[in-house]
């Protein structure tokens, strides 16, 4: 197991953003996070990550307890995450937003060997062209590769992906979805939240739904979307369910795109 | 690499045309300064030239007794040159000045003073106005082998540096209030309480810890001795503190709004006191703008116009007497400038008076002569008695100058006038108490 | 390594020793003292940077590591009796010590919070010396003159304080530029930028920041005891004079905040302008109102500073500048 | 012990009210639009100016002239608003100090170079009152009373007026105040004015009771900050009882020791605070 999530809850003031959560997560899998808006989702990468302290529950990750862990020490244990919204440092270069991640993640390289890690990983994603324009600069889609770019130089063992792929157009998707399988390939195991339902559903091996912070329902991608507790904890979003329906259509829709 | 080269010696050029520049400009000198004396700019029919520096407060905090000191100063550089200046033996010698703005600012006067020294080529050099300021100067006077009179800067501790050529005019902070604690003494040996509250700064606490010294010696009990921040303008909680001592004299005070700032409220709470005697504010003439407040306030003096120092005083004292009468120079100050001379323009004018002395004395503008001059120098003028200690420890302070004592009493018209009233032999008035 | 022949460095190390050369060119004492001012606020200047320019924590209370620096050098010259050298060292030891301590404490606090707290900071030090007898509590301390003697006289002496406070700004200056090209520099810009999402990506930020703190404190420390030394007087009000330390960050500000060049130039320009200020009948009034005018220009139109503009109007530029 | 230590809390009590109002310009800037403005002290020094102009040179009784700076500040408030501060507001906060700051520099230099710095006293007396034993003079009580009204009228106006209450929905939150139509530009100009108001108001009342400078603003400046800290950032109430801690502060200190000590207590006792509770002893959670 390289992640494990026991009773994890978190309060804020009298409301309970996460409630009692728990799950396993192997390695090399790609594990789906769904559920409609506010349902605790970033909260609950938050609490992983060690952003918030968690009010109650436990969170192992390869096999230590990291509970409450401060960001920096899952960074160097080998925990990478995007921003839903993008974080870039904006008047750093493209290429040392990634040395950052880089020089600071799991391996916390010397500068040059840093260097060497960003040139790739930014060819990579596809943004050698840019990387010596200031980040501030880019635009929504390159900003998230840039995020990506930042957490893969680090050199994660998990990934946490936070909405990827909102904001982007077709293209876009399809080309940030074809660089999420290679990342799955070089044996990165991913956690990825992610509204779009046909990408969400055609990534992941397994899903996990939440629903006003509570897990409602954990499974393959199938079982998860005809789940008649999801399809109800989505009817408030009429367009997030239709997706889920119209999931069965899509299939393989987005792939062969290399 | 040619263009590289090229490019490094742009940027050495452009560095030092910078610094060149800043070296011209940053001095406030300039234009502002360097305004030599009218009359000094005449004698050029084979007589010498002296040239004097120093740097006043022209802005900053302390620009009101920083200019009268300067006002002194001109006055009595146009006197000598309009009486065709100091006959030596290579000719007569007159005087200019070259002056800059120290902005009250510790920082700049180093850069100032040494700008004096070498550049100007000043042959002596006069102190800025307060201690501080005057301490950073004597650093560069000493370097450069000048010698300075200082004025308007009191504290003792700037004449146990090791200087040589630093001499000063003023009676030393440590005599300020002493002649309190004799005065009241004197008119009340009951009394016995005293308080000392002081402006918490350089001149002023060196003043209090030896009144307190003093006081202590002299069989005085000391019931209260505080400090306050410079720049307090609310002495509520020192008030209270001095009525729950209940002295019966209260002593100290700092500087003039400070000073005056104090005694207003300690009218305005009413409280009774035999005798209260503060440093600077009182003998200044706007103090009687308290009113009520001003009355029976005391304050020690350098000089006041009053004060008759006499050639037969010198005599007596077996003193040489030296320059114009307190008459003569009040009304030529009056004349130059539509006001009374404050204590601080009378320090100016004998910073010059002193230097004019021991030059005459030496009969050369040579350092070491002067220095000699000024070692063995004895004399009585309308400021008062002048000489100053020679010894290793304490080379150039004062020992020669007393302070006198003033009070603010009502005439029989009922205007506010000042008395003085210590020491006995120059009072023109008793001391008027208690207070309230 | 290549990166030490890079005009980011020579550029700004060469104007540093062109400012400190001038005076032993013409030779000039009155030269040097002027220049000294200049290249001490270059000094403080760029230290400030190391803490402003990179981590991004506004100080407004910087002048405290010069003040307490100087202050301690200035004892252990005039009590113990040492030897200017060591003097120098304890006062940047001791600024480093308080940064390092302070920098435990306040650097938790952000943006407008630390700027307050560091003017707590260098109003609580300056009360608490004037409340201690062994530092000259409200009346300082003056050196004795028969201290410059044992340097080879006082001439000697403040020759060898301009070219120690020389000396101590080129060291500073490559110690800025090192700083800016190292792993610990990015990870200081990384916090700048945003302090969340460096402590994501791994950047101990407690610990970068108060390193920056520490280094950004030492040198300011050591240049305080070369200025009181070369004063022969230390009193509170001047030791912890807040002005100072507001008008640092204005040099830094009009040079370029985290730029190697920025804070020596706008150092130089600032010092300069002053100067301009004073001498011209026009503005001598109101040289502050001008200067307060200038400030403003510069935030609402040139956040950047002059070097930061520079650098954002051309590629090529970007690469020579730093 | 109470019946010697009474005029020091009566003194401290009184002083303390008055800084409570000093603050609270300060912190209701701070309050609605995160920017500590740092020409707080210099606008102080201009409504001590304010009324000792009008009252030396206009013979008006110096409350009078407190209205009419209180008119004149709001004014200058929007002026300085639009000019410094309204363009930097979404900016980095080194921004906004920078500005304000620069408005320090203008206020102070122009102000110098027309007053000098030289002492200026409101020479006008209310005679001593008696209260519960302790001889307090008129000036000072008159000064505390006053700092009660305003801060009174202040609160009356933010949760009774239109107005007062888009100023609050804008410090609130600034773009849902925009999207419910609340007009954010004019709310918050009319906010610095009002805080730049209550700096000149204070200012006012101070010059009755003390004698200033131009510089003078600068100590209660850093007065106000400790005091902000103390009642939380962006409460103007807690600037209030901030005050008159701080008052209390430095009038009851001295009873136990050396008054130079007061002020490395206070800075101490801020930096504490800072560290322990930023929100301040009675602050509102942002």
């Known amino acids: ?258 | 690499m040619l263009r590289k080269g090229f490019l490094i010696l742009l940027i050495v050029a452009l560095g030092v045309m910078l610094a060149a520049c800043a070296g011209e400009t940053s001095a406030p000198a300039g234009d502002s300064a360097a305004t030599g004396d009218s009359a000094g700019e005449a004698a050029g029919d084979g007589g010498q030239m002296a040239t004097i520096g120093f740097t006043a407060s022209l802005t900053g905090k302390l620009n009101v007794e920083s200019t009268r000191q300067t006002n002194g100063l001109n006055l009595w550089m146009k006197q000598v040159n309009d009486a065709g200046g100091v006959a030596l033996d290579g000719g007569a010698v007159q005087f200019q000045s070259t002056f800059y703005d120290d902005e009250s600012n510790q920082d700049r006067v180093q850069e100032l003073y040494t700008r004096l020294a070498t550049e100007d080529g000043a042959n002596f050099l006069i102190s800025p106005y307060s201690s501080g300021l005057t301490a950073a100067s004597s650093v560069i006077a000493e370097q450069y082998e000048k010698v300075m009179i200082t004025t308007g800067a009191a504290s003792d501790s700037n004449y146990t540096q090791g200087y040589t050529l630093v001499y000063q005019a003023y009676t030393p902070a440590s005599k300020y209030l002493t002649g309190a604690v004799d005065m009241i003494a004197a008119n009340s040996p009951d009394l016995k309480k005293l308080a000392i509250v002081h402006e918490n700064d350089k001149f002023s606490t060196d003043v209090s810890t030896a009144a307190e010294e003093y006081a202590l010696e002299q069989g005085f009990e000391v019931v209260l001795f505080e400090g306050y921040d410079s720049g307090t303008t609310d002495f509520a909680p020192i008030i209270n503190k001095v009525e729950q001592a209940g002295p019966d004299a209260i002593l100290g005070g700092g500087h003039f709004q400070d000073g005056s700032t104090f005694a207003r409220q300690l009218a305005e709470k009413g409280v009774a006191t035999e005798y209260l005697v503060l440093l600077v504010a009182p003998p200044e003439p706007t103090f009687a703008e308290l009113g009520d407040a001003a009355i029976a306030v005391a304050g020690p003096s350098q000089w006041e116009p009053q004060a008759a120092y006499t050639a037969e005083a010198a005599e007596a004292g077996g003193m040489e007497w030296y320059g114009p009468t307190g008459e003569e120079f009040v009304s030529a100050y009056e004349d130059e400038y539509g006001e009374e001379p404050s204590y601080h323009a009378a320090g100016g004018y004998t910073a010059g008076l002193v230097l004019q002395a021991a030059i005459e004395k030496a009969g050369s503008l040579e350092t070491a002569a002067v220095k000699e001059a000024l070692d063995g120098l004895d004399i009585l003028t309308f400021f008062g008695h002048i000489k100053f200690d020679t010894s290793e420890e304490a080379h150039g302070l004062q020992v020669g100058h007393e302070m006198v004592y003033i009070q603010w009493q009502k005439n029989d018209a009922g205007d506010l006038v000042k008395e003085i009233v210590w020491p006995a032999e120059a009072k023109t008035a008793e001391a008027l108490h208690p207070v309230r | 390594m290549k990166k030490w022949l890079q005009p980011g460095l020579w550029i700004p190390l060469l104007l540093v020793a062109a400012f400190a050369a001038y005076p032993a060119i013409t030779g000039s004492a009155s030269a040097r003292e002027t220049m000294f001012t200049m290249i001490m606020s270059i000094g403080l200047a760029s230290s400030l940077n190391i803490l402003l320019g990179y981590t991004g924590y506004v100080s407004f209370g910087h002048i405290v590591f010069f003040g307490l620096g100087g202050y301690l050098g200035f004892w252990a010259i005039d009590e113990l009796g040492w030897h200017l050298a060591p003097a120098v060292l304890l006062g940047g030891v001791t600024a480093g010590l308080l940064a390092l301590l302070l920098g435990l404490a306040i650097l938790r606090l952000r943006g407008a919070y630390f700027a307050l707290a560091t003017i707590g900071v260098n109003e609580a030090m300056k009360s608490l010396v004037m409340n201690l007898p062994f530092l000259g509590a409200a009346t300082g301390m003056e050196l004795n003159f028969s201290v410059y003697k044992s340097y080879g006289g006082p001439a000697t002496a403040l020759w060898m304080v301009y070219w120690s406070l020389a000396a101590i700004v080129l060291i500073i200056t490559v110690v800025s530029y090192a700083v800016k090209k190292s792993k610990f520099g990015l990870g200081l810009m990384a916090i700048r930028e945003d302090e969340d999402a460096a402590g994501i990506m791994g950047v101990v930020s407690s610990r970068a920041k108060t390193w920056a703190y520490v280094l950004s404190a030492v040198f300011p420390g050591m240049i305080g005891v070369l200025f009181f030394f070369k004063n022969g007087i230390i009193e509170p009000g001047s030791a912890f004079r807040l002005n100072l330390s507001i008008e640092l960050l204005v040099m830094v500000m009009l040079g370029g905040a985290g730029t190697v060049l920025g804070p020596i130039l706008g150092g130089a320009f600032y010092q300069r302008l002053r100067g301009l200020l004073l001498t011209s009948d026009l503005f001598k009034n109101i040289q502050l109102a001008v200067a307060g005018l200038l400030l403003l220009l510069i935030v609402l139109f040139i956040p950047s500073g002059a070097v930061g503009w520079l650098r954002e109007r051309s590629d090529r530029l970007r690469r020579v500048l730093e | 012990m109470f019946e010697s230590i009474l005029p020091f809390l009566v003194d401290g009590l009184l002083i303390g009210i008055v800084y409570g109002l000093v603050a609270m310009g300060l912190t209701l800037i701070f309050g609605i639009m995160n920017v500590i403005n740092l020409a707080h002290g210099p606008i102080i020094a201009l409504g001590m100016f304010g009324v000792y102009l009008f009252f030396t040179y206009m013979g008006f009784n110096p409350y009078f002239g407190l209205i009419l700076m209180a008119g004149v500040g709001l004014l200058f408030g929007i002026l300085i608003y639009f000019v410094a501060v309204h363009r930097v507001l979404n900016g980095p906060h080194l921004a906004g100090l920078l500005a304000t700051f620069a408005v320090n520099m203008m206020i102070i230099g122009i102000g110098t170079s027309i007053f000098s710095t030289s002492f200026r006293n409101v020479d006008y007396s209310l005679g001593s009152v008696d209260v519960v034993g302790v001889t307090v003079t008129g000036t000072r009580l008159a000064a505390s009373f006053v700092a009660i009204l305003v801060t009174a009228l202040l609160y009356a106006f933010l949760y009774r007026s239109r107005l007062g209450k888009n100023i609050r929905a804008v410090a609130n939150n600034r773009v849902s105040a925009e999207l419910m139509g609340i007009p954010s530009t004019r709310v918050l100009a009319i906010s610095f004015g009002i805080g730049t108001m209550l700096a000149m108001i204070s200012g006012g009342l101070l010059a009755t009771i003390q004698p200033f400078t131009i510089l003078s603003g600068s100590v209660y400046e850093l007065k106000s900050f400790v005091i902000v800290v103390l009642g939380g950032l962006g409460n103007p109430l807690g600037a209030m009882i901030g005050g008159i801690i701080l008052g209390l502060i430095e009038g009851l200190v001295p009873v136990f020791m050396k008054t130079t000590w007061v002020p490395v207590l206070e800075f101490a006792l801020f930096i504490l605070i800072l560290l322990v509770r930023p929100q301040g002893l009675f602050g509102a959670k942002q």
């Open chain 1, 1 to 258: 197991m390289i992640l494990q999530l026991r009773g994890v809850t978190k309060q804020f003031g009298g409301l309970t953003a996460v409630k009692d959560v728990s799950f396993d997560l192997a390695k090399g899998e790609i594990l789906g996070l769904i559920g409609p808006n506010g349902a605790g989702k970033t909260t609950l990468f938050n609490c992983i990550n060690g952003v918030y302290p968690v009010t109650k529950g436990t969170v192992t990750f390869l096999g230590e307890d990291v509970t409450n862990s401060p960001t920096y020490s899952m960074a160097h244990r080998g925990l990478a995450r995007t921003h839903q919204i993008v974080r870039p440092l904006n008047d750093l270069t493209v290429r040392d937003n990634v040395i950052v991640g880089a020089c600071y993640g799991s391996k916390r390289m010397g500068l040059g060997a840093a260097a060497d890690t960003a040139d790739k990983t930014l060819e990579f994603v596809g943004l050698a062209p840019r990387s010596e324009s200031l980040a501030g600069s880019l635009n929504v889609a390159q900003k998230k590769r840039l995020e990506m770019a930042r957490a893969l130089a680090s050199q994660p063992t998990l990934l946490l992906l936070d909405e990827v792929l909102a904001g982007l157009n077709t293209a876009e998707v399809s080309n940030m979805l074809a660089t999420i399988r290679r990342i799955r390939e070089q044996g990165v195991t991913i956690i990825m939240i992610e509204h779009i339902m046909h990408a969400v559903m055609n990534l992941s091996d397994r899903i996990i739904v939440l629903n006003y912070g509570e897990l409602i329902a954990s499974g393959a991608p199938d079982e998860v979307a005809q789940d008649p507790q999801v399809v109800e904890a989505y009817l408030g979003d009429p367009e997030l369910a239709a997706q889920l329906l119209e999931k069965e259509k899509e299939e393989d829709g987005a792939t062969g795109n290399a």
